[in-house]
């Protein structure tokens, strides 16, 4: 089956500035930095304990998101692809792409007590290529399309000489094996994990230099597939995609915060020239996940605004008997959001929401899944239970 995310890149290369196309990804390679909490937290009640939902409910999480067929991508750990795309071969009929973290820096090794991630991050790789592909060591070549041929590699620069040039040596080795391997990557670049490594209002421009330098001694072969970043604000976003509209840019999610703070980062790095986003704590802490992945591509397929996005939602959860985590009114406030992959570190603040960006004829005109109403003449009250109604057929009444 043609996947989504190839018929996409396609499109976005063929006309970078035109193009609407938009690449959502689920990142669920948690156990890759928090170990056992990365299923979040268990719905159950434990007085006086905080228990943690199993390997197993988390990995069950991810075949209903392949089932629902929303977003493009789903980026795993080695160990669970192995399970998902290898063993039970669950992506073999579906438009998603299976991806791996391809290595895990020790800036992701987020444990209980653990001070690893809050020093200078170190390059380190727990999965192979060949394990990612295949399932074990030395892959014959028709095996090596068994497992994933996408994968996510990570940098983290801290502006210091000898740490930034090993992470460069690491990361030139893995793109010579991924090319002798036919094996694709896209590149996170995350911000420093150390304190004062750049002055705040030079971080920006700290890390699209980064990128640009990194990248400009590498031939097309060699090339990241799209980029995994921090959203820091228009003017940063603007300057990297001008720099090179066939380099792809996509945001990273960062701490959970409220639904208004998933739903207008995507909207805005969207509308500042990002193609893609790859949210983790955010879906996997939301209350209803298949609820908050649709409203994502409502978002960014211009069918609804952030704000009544958030209205919306609760509504489903209002019908689905789900208790949120937050009030609507609280869930509708903006957090600081923390975007180091720790909880500590960069501190990005987005704009108060001033309105949608599209008025509501164009909002009425970009909704081919249903008949499109006349939004103009409708109250703010007539259309928040249009889009929960909608919702709530998607995904039933419990």
Do not use: W
């Amino acid at each position: 089956m043609e996947k989504s995310l190839d018929r996409k890149l396609a499109a976005i290369h063929a006309d970078p500035s035109g193009c609407k196309e938009f690449i959502i990804a689920d990142a669920k390679d948690a156990d890759m930095g928090f170990s056992i909490g990365a299923p979040g937290k268990s719905p159950e009640r434990h007085d006086g304990e905080v228990r943690f939902k199993t390997l197993a409910q988390y990995r069950q999480q991810i075949r209903e998101v392949i089932d629902q067929g929303v977003v493009d991508i789903v980026l795993m750990s080695a160990s669970t692809s192995e399970v998902l795309t290898i063993q039970e071969r669950l992506f073999d009929n579906s438009h998603i792409t299976p991806a791996a973290r391809a290595n895990d820096a020790t800036d992701v090794h987020i444990h209980r007590g653990g001070r690893i991630h809050t020093t200078p991050a170190r390059p380190f790789r727990t999965a192979s290529l060949d394990h990612m592909q295949c399932g074990h060591l030395d892959c014959e070549p028709s095996e090596r399309k068994l497992g994933v041929d996408l994968g996510l590699y990570s940098v983290t620069f801290n502006n210091q000489l000898e740490l930034d040039i090993d992470v460069l040596n690491q990361f030139k080795d893995f793109r010579e094996e991924c090319e002798r391997k036919q094996f694709r990557y896209f590149l996170e670049i995350f911000d420093p994990n150390v304190p004062d490594a750049v002055a705040p209002d030079q971080l920006p421009g700290f890390i699209n230099d980064v990128i640009a330098r990194s990248l400009a001694g590498v031939t097309s072969a060699g090339r990241p597939t799209f980029l995994k970043m921090v959203y820091h604000g228009p003017r940063a976003m603007e300057e990297l995609v001008h720099f090179d509209p066939h380099l792809i840019v996509g945001i990273l999610g960062g701490g959970a915060g409220t639904t208004l703070d998933a739903f207008l980062l995507i909207h805005e790095a969207q509308k500042y020239g990002a193609k893609v986003a790859l949210f983790g704590r955010k879906i996997n802490n939301a209350e209803h996940q298949l609820a908050f992945i649709q409203m994502l591509r409502y978002i960014t397929d211009g069918v609804i605004e952030p704000r009544e996005a958030v209205q919306a939602y609760h509504g489903v959860l209002q019908e689905l008997k789900i208790a949120p985590q937050r009030s609507l009114e609280d869930d509708l406030k903006l957090q600081t959001n923390v975007m180091s992959y720790g909880g500590s570190g960069t501190v990005i603040s987005l704009p108060a929401p001033a309105g949608s960006t599209r008025s509501e004829s164009e909002l009425a005109r970009a909704d081919s899944s249903s008949t499109s109403p006349n939004f103009a003449q409708m109250s703010s009250r007539e259309r928040f239970q249009y889009h929960q109604e909608r919702l709530s057929r998607l995904f039933g009444r419990k």
